[in-house]
């Protein structure tokens, strides 16, 4: 799950990279991707210990993060998609509600695959 891990910590840096870059270079806040991609990264090479205590708290964290990846920008998106009553009135800023949605759903699926793993694991008696 480590290297699962890694991979979507990735891809959020790239989404974050990407968004920063077609902004104009001049948005923060469009970084935040990246930060929890780096967060992920980390732990994922943490969880690559030969200690299994340490492995289940490093994925643990790591899951914990990807779901504060989901609710959060879940929620913003939510909400501008809401003030906009349906595409009746234009997002006033469209590229951060489609980085927000990609991360919230990226997080999202992240977070189940961790929890199916989780379930695999208890299951097979290797916790």
Same mark, same amino acid.
């Given at each position: 799950? /480590?290297? &699962?891990?890694?991979? #979507? @910590?990735?891809? $959020? !840096?790239?989404?974050?990279?990407?968004?920063?870059?077609?902004?104009? *270079?001049?948005?923060?806040? /469009?970084? &935040?991707?990246?930060? #929890? @991609?780096?967060? $992920? !990264?980390?732990?994922?090479?943490?969880?690559?210990?030969?200690?299994? *205590?340490?492995?289940?708290?490093?994925?643990?964290?790591?899951?914990?993060?990807?779901? $504060?990846?989901?609710?959060?920008?879940?929620?913003?998106?939510?909400?501008?998609?809401?003030?906009?009553?349906?595409?009746?009135?234009?997002?006033?800023?469209?590229?951060?509600?489609?980085?927000?949605?990609?991360?919230?759903?990226?997080?999202?699926?992240?977070?189940?695959?961790?929890?199916?793993?989780?379930?695999?694991?208890?299951?097979?008696?290797?916790?």
């Amino acid at each position: 799950m /480590s290297r &699962i891990t890694f991979y #979507f @910590g990735a891809v $959020l !840096a790239g989404v974050g990279i990407f968004y920063f870059l077609t902004t104009g *270079s001049v948005h923060p806040t /469009s970084l &935040i991707p990246v930060w #929890f @991609g780096l967060a $992920l !990264a980390v732990l994922a090479k943490l969880a690559t210990s030969d200690d299994a *205590s340490k492995r289940k708290l490093y994925m643990h964290i790591a899951v914990t993060i990807g779901l $504060l990846g989901f609710l959060f920008p879940g929620f913003m998106a939510t909400r501008d998609l809401m003030k906009s009553h349906g595409g009746e009135i234009p997002l006033a800023h469209p590229a951060a509600t489609h980085e927000q949605l990609m991360m919230a759903v990226l997080c999202l699926v992240f977070v189940l695959l961790c929890v199916r793993s989780f379930i695999a694991a208890r299951r097979s008696g290797a916790i």
